[in-house]
């Protein structure tokens, strides 16, 4: 759980982030090792954040899905370049798989064309031509013609519980997790 210093850092960042123009405010970076120790990373979009931590939705199937599965270890980074000059989140912990009924939710807000999306894209498979997902995307449309479009089971969201926060601002403060006690010091740049 996060303690109340560190959530209202975050959140006032982001806002700071949403205000300021930066082109994609919630882009973060996804660090990932799969189960032979190799480390990938991409990026995916933060949609949320509470005391549990920071929350990101994606395919289930795709290859940082399968690396969760093997390793949920995982770390995040976040540079906002518009904020103060420049601010750097970088965030450690654990990836869990959200509730079904929270994935539903926030499924259910989605625009119809990424839910079809979700459907017809195998992420992270070989698609042999652009056609073959265009086809697929068709097929979902005329499945869910009419009606509201369900969350696929392959598809939903992560927690990632931090051990781990460090905000680089003017100076780098890091915090530490020690089971449910967080502490905090400061790091050479
Ligand atoms: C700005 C931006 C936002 C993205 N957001 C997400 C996201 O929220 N979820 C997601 O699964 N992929 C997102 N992607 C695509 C991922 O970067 C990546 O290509 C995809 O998830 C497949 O990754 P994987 O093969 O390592 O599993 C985003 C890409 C960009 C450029």
């Not at 970076?29 to 979009?45: E, K, Q």
Request: hydrophobic content about 35%; charged content about 30%.
């Amino acid at each position: 759980m996060l303690n109340t210093e560190i959530l209202d850092t975050l959140l006032r960042l982001l806002d700071e982030a949403k205000a300021s123009g930066e082109h994609e405010p919630s882009a973060m970076n996804l660090a990932t090792v799969d189960s032979s120790g190799r480390v990938s990373s991409r990026i995916v979009l933060l949609k949320g954040v509470d005391e549990r931590g920071l929350r990101f939705y994606t395919n289930y199937q795709s290859d940082k899905g399968s690396q969760l599965d093997a390793h949920p270890q995982v770390a995040l980074c976040i540079h906002w370049k518009q904020v103060r000059e420049g601010v750097q989140v970088r965030v450690e912990g654990a990836a869990r798989k959200l509730q079904a009924e929270e994935s539903d939710a926030y499924f259910a807000s989605r625009a119809r064309l990424s839910q079809i999306g979700a459907w017809a894209s195998l992420q992270s498979q070989t698609l042999p031509d652009r056609d073959t997902f265009e086809q697929r995307v068709a097929r979902y449309e005329h499945e869910f013609e009419g009606r509201e479009v369900t969350r696929p089971p392959h598809w939903g969201g992560y927690v990632v519980e931090p051990d781990m926060l460090e905000f680089r601002l003017h100076e780098r403060v890091r915090w530490s997790r020690h089971g449910q006690t967080w502490t905090s010091r400061l790091l050479y740049p």
